[in-house]
């Protein structure tokens, strides 16, 4: 019982690190960010102005402006050591 116990405790402690790992070791840039972005919103990359930028374990929330005055906000999946650079596309949507 007492194995079982200390197996568990030791599993969660490791999967908070991972989440530490992944937000302490993320690699995007702000220019990385609305690179990510601008091809699913369907902008140049030069025609976003990055808002706002969060990131908490694997994501990085975004707030980009178009230069057409429309507000975005967007999840960014990956970037950091534990997905090895490697980012999803994107999840955007129209800020109301």
Known sequence: MLKS????????????ACSTIAE????????????KVAGPLGYPTGALTLL?????GVNTYVTVRASDNKTFVCTING??????????????????
Do not use: H, I, Y
């Not at 090895?84 to 596309?89: A, H, Q, T, Y």
């Open 24 to 35: 302490k070791t993320n690699f995007l840039s702000d220019d990385d960010a609305k690179a």
């Open 52 to 56: 706002t930028r969060k990131t908490e």
């Open 5 to 16: 116990s200390l197996l568990c405790c030791l599993a969660a402690c490791a999967l908070c």
């Open 79 to 96: 970037g950091n050591a534990l997905s090895m650079g490697l980012v999803n596309p994107p999840d955007c949507r129209p800020r109301p």
